[in-house]
């Protein structure tokens, strides 16, 4: 069957007598008030219409657009086409509701934007901070730490953030239709606040405070806080695989360095191929960390921080440092979690989980009982390699040895007063006032009930191993 061909004068008759006259004088108006050169809209909206033969073939293709549609994409004539994107303030960071539309959401990166400044890039787009919510499903309580500090779980990758550019909706021949605007992006926003009006009724330590995220946002400096606490909160995040955004529980620390509230999500806590379980970050509670500002939202009073972007900044610095990283050199490291038999320190951005075996000769029952977050301790390099950034230190090793010169205080023979430091194997630690350990068994009319860690006893010393550096005794009783 022939398709019926389309007049070519029907469309431009239609445009120029339209049903309702005054959409037409509104949209003639707004053209008349930003004239434009030929060469300038040729630039900005592209090339002119088609000649007449272009024009018949395309017409007798594609059915002609209703003349409102046209009007609505050139837009309603009271704002102009320039102030458009000025017209309402924008907020910094979307805290009432994290959800967005699906044809709102960026599906792609800028063209220009490169896999460098994609990894630079915050994974978190927004925090929803008006209420906790519940917390995030998996992530049951064991009762031993010491299996989460040392395995870290698997990772999850969230793309960064991108600046999604505004549509231009197709027009009619003859119509002016809005210049593409490209929307701000977080610094863009950040830049046009108007700091001396927000911050003119603070007292001079708020002034402070403020000036120091001010500091940290632009120039990517690093703070040093406390976390005073873990909340979950809804984190507005984007699917790798499908390129969707997604809203996600998950726990936040939470730092006050004076009156502003700074959030550190958790994936802002580990890098990605070490990240830790959740029980984890909820017993870092007192612990000192370092953190850069990624996003300021001035007029809710908050801020959202990266733990792991202060890590790389630190762990760089280190790895530059010959009088840091050299074997041997005596350094600071910070307690961040601990567990019964196993702790996670902070060495210069390396994350690192140490035993009783590295803090201490003596041995200790439960290191909650000596080691909390937050505590700064020296350390010894033990060994630091550049090119896998594999550091190990010793904590104990800052200090001389007891077993050294303990087999002259000790003689084989002398009894010596001694506390039950643990129990492992049907063996017994004990630990002298110098901090010798002795291994001991009992002697044969006691059993292992009648002696309880924290109990005095006095034991006999049987024999020392020079190449064990270990101490052996027998119980005989109760002290």
């Given at each position: 069957?022939?398709?019926?061909?389309?007049?070519?004068?029907e469309?431009?008759e239609?445009?120029?007598?339209?049903e309702?006259?005054e959409?037409?004088?509104?949209?003639?108006?707004?053209?008349?008030?930003?004239?434009?050169?030929e060469?300038?809209?040729?630039?900005i909206?592209?090339a002119?219409?088609?000649?007449?033969?272009?024009?018949?073939e395309?017409?007798?293709?594609?059915?002609?657009?209703?003349p409102?549609?046209?009007?609505?994409?050139?837009?309603?004539?009271?704002?102009?086409?320039?102030?458009?994107?000025?017209?309402?303030?924008?907020?910094?960071?979307?805290?009432?509701?994290t959800?967005?539309?699906?044809?709102?959401?960026?599906?792609?990166?800028?063209?220009?934007?490169?896999a460098a400044?994609q990894?630079?890039?915050?994974?978190?787009?927004s925090?929803?901070?008006?209420?906790?919510?519940?917390?995030?499903?998996?992530g049951?309580?064991?009762?031993d730490l010491?299996?989460?500090?040392?395995?870290?779980?698997?990772?999850?990758?969230?793309?960064?953030?991108?600046?999604?550019?505004?549509?231009?909706?197709?027009?009619?021949?003859?119509?002016?239709?809005e210049?593409?605007?490209?929307?701000?992006?977080?610094?863009?926003?950040?830049?046009e606040?108007?700091?001396?009006?927000?911050?003119?009724?603070?007292?001079?330590e708020?002034?402070?405070?403020w000036?120091?995220?001010?500091?940290?946002?632009?120039?990517?400096?690093?703070?040093?806080?406390?976390?005073?606490?873990?909340?979950?909160?809804?984190?507005?995040?984007?699917?790798?695989?499908?390129?969707?955004?997604?809203?996600?529980?998950?726990?936040?620390?939470i730092?006050?360095?004076y009156?502003?509230?700074?959030?550190?999500?958790?994936s802002?806590?580990?890098e990605k191929?070490?990240v830790?379980?959740d029980f984890?970050?909820?017993?870092?509670?007192?612990?000192?960390?370092?953190?850069?500002?990624?996003?300021?939202d001035?007029?809710?009073?908050?801020?959202?921080?990266?733990?792991?972007?202060?890590?790389?900044?630190?762990?760089?610095?280190?790895?530059?440092?010959?009088?840091l990283?050299?074997?041997?050199?005596?350094?600071?490291?910070?307690?961040?979690?601990?567990?019964?038999r196993?702790?996670?320190?902070?060495?210069?951005?390396h994350?690192?989980?140490?035993?009783?075996?590295?803090l201490?000769?003596?041995?200790?029952?439960?290191?909650?009982t000596?080691?909390?977050?937050?505590?700064?301790?020296?350390?010894?390099?033990?060994l630091?390699?550049p090119?896998?950034?594999?550091?190990?230190?010793?904590?104990k090793?800052?200090?001389?040895?007891p077993f050294?010169?303990?087999?002259?205080?000790?003689?084989?023979g002398?009894?010596?007063?001694?506390m039950?430091?643990?129990?492992y194997?049907?063996?017994?630690?004990?630990?002298?006032?110098?901090?010798?350990?002795c291994?001991?068994?009992?002697?044969?009319?006691?059993?292992?009930?009648?002696?309880?860690?924290?109990d005095?006893?006095?034991?006999?010393?049987?024999?020392?191993?020079?190449?064990?550096?270990?101490?052996?005794?027998?119980?005989?009783?109760?002290w």
């Open positions: 069957m022939a398709r019926k061909k389309t007049t070519p004068v469309e431009p239609q445009l120029q007598h339209p309702n006259p959409e037409t004088a509104g949209q003639t108006g707004e053209a008349a008030e930003f004239p434009l050169a060469d300038d809209a040729d630039s909206f592209g002119g219409p088609p000649e007449d033969s272009e024009t018949r395309a017409g007798s293709e594609q059915p002609p657009e209703k409102e549609e046209s009007h609505e994409a050139a837009g309603d004539g009271d704002i102009p086409p320039g102030d458009a994107a000025s017209a309402a303030p924008v907020p910094l960071l979307d805290l009432s509701d959800e967005q539309r699906e044809e709102e959401i960026p599906q792609g990166t800028a063209e220009g934007e490169s400044s990894e630079e890039t915050s994974e978190v787009f925090v929803d901070i008006s209420e906790t919510a519940p917390a995030p499903a998996g049951e309580t064991p009762e010491d299996r989460l500090l040392e395995d870290p779980a698997g990772s999850g990758s969230v793309v960064p953030q991108t600046t999604p550019l505004t549509p231009v909706e197709n027009t009619l021949p003859g119509d002016v239709a210049p593409p605007v490209r929307e701000k992006s977080d610094r863009q926003k950040f830049f606040l108007k700091f001396n009006r927000l911050d003119r009724n603070l007292t001079p708020e002034r402070q405070e000036n120091s995220i001010y500091a940290s946002y632009r120039g990517r400096s690093a703070l040093t806080g406390t976390i005073i606490g873990v909340d979950p909160f809804s984190v507005q995040v984007r699917n790798p695989e499908t390129g969707m955004m997604e809203k996600q529980t998950m726990y936040c620390a730092v006050v360095p009156r502003v509230r700074i959030v550190i999500p958790s802002e806590m580990w191929d070490k830790r379980p984890v970050l909820q017993n870092m509670v007192g612990a000192n960390i370092d953190f850069i500002i990624i996003k300021v001035r007029e809710a009073g908050f801020a959202i921080g990266s733990r792991r972007l202060a890590d790389r900044s630190q762990r760089y610095f280190f790895a530059h440092r010959p009088n990283n050299a074997v041997g050199t005596q350094i600071k490291c910070r307690m961040l979690s601990v567990g019964p196993r702790c996670l320190v902070d060495c210069y951005g994350d690192i989980g140490l035993t009783q075996r590295e201490r000769y003596t041995a200790i029952p439960d290191l909650r000596e080691y909390h977050p937050g505590q700064e301790l020296d350390c010894i390099v033990k630091y390699d090119d896998t950034d594999r550091l190990e230190i010793s904590v090793e800052t200090e001389s040895n050294d010169g303990a087999e002259q205080r000790h003689p084989v002398a009894r010596r007063l001694a039950i430091a643990g129990k194997g049907g063996g017994v630690f004990c630990n002298l006032p110098d901090g010798t350990v291994m001991c068994n009992y002697s044969y009319q006691h059993e292992d009930s009648d002696f309880l860690v924290g005095n006893v006095m034991l006999i010393v049987q024999r020392f191993d020079a190449e064990k550096r270990q101490m052996y005794g027998k119980i005989l009783t109760k």
